[in-house]
């Protein structure tokens, strides 16, 4: 999505250890104008009329997966980082490696809002390693759920989350995938998109 691919190089930066940051208009400030643009393109990416729900997680997905929703008029789950796992039953959880906190969080959403029958897309902000994605993919399995299609708005293409995915079978689509980049120059490289 050119719109996405532009503002990310103007006002993307680069970062040691492969972190882009996109505070100014994702994941702090939040432009919803091109939230609302980013949401359009998800449903013509999905146009499923299958899709009764999106699942998301806190905090950065929640914002892109709300506006998104408006287009699939759905309603949108976000799985919630939890200090401790209550073991009542009433939840799914698992266990998530955040990329840029670099620790593990236990992740859980409730089993009154991912049910079986229920077929899902899964929106966030970046795929890297893809193991945000995983754990969503993990919450939505063990509902007996089922998963229509992984949306992300910035995929890093040279790490291993989308070949992970996509390998798998699953319908993996990234408004901006960033082929390279470089924390020196501050140079970032698109993927060629089809648009
Ligand atoms: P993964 O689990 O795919 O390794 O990483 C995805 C999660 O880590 C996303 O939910 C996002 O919050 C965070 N993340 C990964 N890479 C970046 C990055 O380069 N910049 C920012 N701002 N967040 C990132």
Same mark, same amino acid.
């Given at each position: 999505?050119?719109?996405? &691919?532009?503002?990310? #190089?103007?006002?993307?930066? @680069?970062?040691?250890?492969?972190?882009?940051?996109?505070?100014?208009?994702? /994941?702090?400030?939040?432009?919803?104008?091109?939230? /609302? $643009?980013?949401?359009?393109?998800?449903?013509?990416?999905?146009?499923?009329?299958? +899709? /009764?729900?999106?699942?998301?997680?806190?905090?950065?997905?929640?914002? +892109?997966?709300?506006?998104?929703?408006?287009?699939?008029? @759905?309603? @949108?789950?976000?799985?919630?980082?939890?200090?401790? =796992?209550?073991?009542?039953?009433?939840?799914?959880?698992?266990?998530?490696?955040?990329?840029?906190?670099?620790?593990?969080?236990?992740? =859980?959403?409730?089993?009154?809002?991912?049910?079986?029958?229920?077929?899902?897309?899964?929106?966030?902000?970046?795929?890297? /390693?893809?193991?945000?994605?995983?754990?969503?993919?993990?919450?939505?399995?063990?509902?007996?759920? $089922?998963?229509?299609?992984?949306?992300?708005?910035?995929?890093?293409?040279?790490? &291993?989350?989308?070949?992970?995915?996509?390998?798998?079978? +699953?319908?993996?689509?990234?408004?901006?995938?960033?082929?390279?980049?470089?924390?020196?120059?501050?140079? +970032?490289?698109? #993927? &060629?998109?089809? &648009?």
């Amino acid at each position: 999505m050119k719109l996405l &691919e532009e503002r990310i #190089r103007r006002d993307g930066n @680069v970062k040691p250890g492969n972190v882009l940051k996109v505070d100014s208009f994702l /994941n702090h400030q939040m432009d919803v104008e091109l939230y /609302n $643009e980013m949401g359009k393109e998800f449903r013509r990416l999905f146009p499923s009329e299958k +899709i /009764n729900k999106i699942l998301t997680i806190e905090a950065s997905g929640i914002g +892109i997966a709300c506006i998104a929703a408006q287009y699939f008029h @759905v309603p @949108v789950v976000f799985a919630k980082k939890s200090q401790s =796992i209550n073991l009542d039953g009433e939840q799914y959880s698992t266990r998530i490696e955040s990329f840029t906190h670099k620790r593990v969080y236990d992740v =859980i959403v409730s089993k009154k809002y991912l049910q079986k029958g229920d077929r899902v897309l899964i929106i966030d902000d970046f795929l890297a /390693n893809g193991c945000a994605v995983a754990g969503l993919i993990d919450l939505i399995e063990s509902a007996g759920a $089922e998963i229509e299609g992984v949306g992300i708005a910035v995929e890093k293409g040279f790490q &291993e989350g989308g070949r992970l995915l996509r390998g798998k079978g +699953i319908r993996v689509e990234s408004l901006a995938i960033v082929e390279s980049m470089d924390d020196k120059t501050g140079e +970032i490289v698109f #993927r &060629e998109s089809c &648009e």
